[in-house]
């Protein structure tokens, strides 16, 4: 199996030849510059040092909401706009198109890798952000938060720009190529638990996910969500929204993936993968892999890192971790 068959085939629970190897976030900066210092060539292109260590290729294209030009916050987490007449005047700046170079940009990725992808070698996927994640960099951290009861009508505002934003977009994706999924970046929990309740969640993202997802299925791609923290409560909210998975799975945040799982057996799940284990060698991370292998015989389960690779990582360990996930990625189909 090539290994976009071989990607399709774990997201469908259909027999494979083995499990994909793949790293879905890449490395923190700080970790890739630590490996320059140890050894790892700096004239290796970033996008393939994956494949400098024998992983599969795979490629994310996160499509941009905001044009070049669009003003910064004024620090980490403020506001861009604090009223629906902020979002009205804002607008300008957002929901780029072809005139935008940011936006061509990403699309010339695709095309970029169209050949590649086409002949198996490239597993291909995009994100957009969510309708938790854009309100938040439009509102601020804080202000997003309470506009659940502040500013009901902008948020639904917001959300339906946003729906029918992409719902036009996705012609001009599928007119390159057919990615194998698609992600919405929404980092909507946290270690304890989502950061909204079900009532809110069915409220105020539920009916725009149901206005997108079924436009992203007429094309055959299976739709995930992208949320850090603990998503064990809010998956059968997804379910009912139509989303076919879910990633990191941060066991630092308690997820139990193989117990998930078994409450959720068609449900698709990619991460997982302790990285705290990384930096305490070889023993650790096979006694992680051990933990997962159940998770990983059951189909619709592509192991990873739970989140990007720590600086913390050496070289030595991260080629130890790339030599056992291979490893237990056809141990896993025997």
Known sequence: MNHTERFLAALNFKPLDRLPAIEWASWWNETVKRWYGEGLPEDIPWDRIQT?????????????????????????????IESEEDYDSFKQYLYPNETHENYRRKLDVLRKLKEEHDRGDAVLWYSYDGFFWFPRVLMGIENHLYSFYDEPELYHKICN??????????????????????????????????????????????PYYKRVIPEIKKYGTKVIVDTDGDISMMIPWLIRAGVDGVLPLERQAGVDLVRLREQYPDFIFIGGFDKMTMPKGEAAMR?????LLPAMRSGGYIPSCDHQT?????????????????EYAEKAVQ
């Open 52 to 80: 400098h260590f024998g992983l599969d290729y795979i490629q994310r294209v996160w499509m941009p909401l905001q044009t070049p030009d669009c003003p910064h916050p004024a620090s980490h987490g403020a506001p861009l």
């Open 161 to 206: 720009d946003l729906a029918d934003y992409i719902i036009g977009e996705l012609p001009k994706i599928y007119e390159i190529c057919h990615p194998e999924f698609m992600v919405f970046s929404e980092d909507m929990s946290y270690n304890n638990g989502p950061m909204i309740s079900e009532e809110l969640f069915d409220e105020f993202l539920l």
């Open 287 to 291: 006694a992680e892999f051990e933990r």
């Open 310 to 326: 720590p600086p913390g990582v050496s070289l030595e360990n991260y080629r130890i971790y790339v030599r056992l996930l291979k």
